[in-house]
């Protein structure tokens, strides 16, 4: 009972930690106040603060420096929850049609709030992507590597912060589902096509068009794992 009641004390010395690192105003690499000031914050023992320190380290939210106290790090949710990739695959048993099945119902929608809110530095990296994937028809791992990019830009640009925690997380699981099945130069110059296609909605933005596009490409991709599976 002791150790429950440990963990829920140092659990809401996290939530008040992270309600304060959001609130507060910091910039990456400002030092947090002392410990002292901390504890005397969230009404806990030194103990207790460290404990929720050392969680909120591991979630790259902080960083201990030696001899001179804890400063706040730049933090990407995004990037954060990309690691549960291996985890989501392994513990959730999750193949690739399920990776698909969740790819063609999120990423119509993704690409369709990109038309509405990306930026021009947003459309450059698209355009870059869909550039290179061109340029790496005969090199399957730059090939997929431009591909899982161009659709993170979509998601980082589309306006909303949780889409794109969720398409980092499926970015590794998509990335096996592209190398899950044997496509061809062929079938890469159609990838091509529908990029483009994309692109241009959303350079237009044609919110419609872009969701349309997504689909297609999406449903593309989707029957030819079903036919090999």
Known sequence: MASVERSTLVERVVNVLVDYLSNAGLQPGDRLPTEQQLTEMAGVSRMALREAMIRLRALGLV?????SGWYYRKFSPAEIFQQLSPLLKSFSHADVNQIMQVRVNLEPAIAQLAAQNISA???DELTGHSRAMLINLNHKEAFIEHDM???MVLARECGNGILEVIS???KDLSRSAQWAYRDTVKD???SVEFHEEILGAVRSRDGEGAYRAMLGHIEVVWNRVDQES
């Open 188 to 190: 890469r110059t159609r």
């Open 168 to 170: 980092a997380i499926l």
């Open 63 to 67: 960083e201990a420096r030696q001899g």
């Open 149 to 151: 990019a161009f659709h």
């Open 121 to 123: 530095a947003g459309l």
